[in-house]
Nanobody
Framework: QVQLVESGGGLVQPGGSLRLSCAAS????????MSWYRQAPGKERELVASITATPIVRNYADSVKGRFTISRDNAKNTVYLQMNTLKPEDTAVYYC????????????WGQGTQVTVSS
């Protein structure tokens, strides 16, 4: 059974940091491309960051470049999103997404974790 389970969300003050984790199971994680998306109230879901399998290539939304870092630990089947210098506009539900197989035929979403940036 494929599962993506996010953790690490919460309430943080502007300028603070959080690290999100996404634990994967049920598929060959080391071969999967992994991403973080977010969705704020009343807005569409948007891609925040992505990381490929091999070779590792990272991509970021312009709004988070220089503040967020995506990484992966294939030994732990986990992808991370380190978020620094958080802003109120980063408030959203953050979702983990994985895609694998030939032409990324297979994919799955996590259940999401809430990140709230507020003083």
């Amino acid at each position: 059974q494929v599962q993506l389970v996010e953790s690490g969300g919460g309430l943080v003050q502007p300028g603070g940091s959080l690290r999100l984790s996404c634990a994967a199971s049920g598929f060959t994680f080391s071969s999967a491309a992994m991403s973080w998306y977010r969705q704020a109230p009343g807005k569409e879901r948007e891609l925040v960051a992505s990381i490929t399998a091999t070779p590792i290539v990272r991509n970021y939304a312009d709004s988070v470049k220089g503040r967020f870092t995506i990484s992966r630990d294939n030994a732990k089947n986990t992808v991370y999103l380190q978020m620094n210098t958080l802003k109120p506009e980063d408030t959203a539900v953050y979702y983990c997404y994985g895609a694998w197989g030939y032409r990324f035929k297979y994919n799955s979403w996590g259940q999401g974790t809430q990140v709230t940036v507020s003083s």
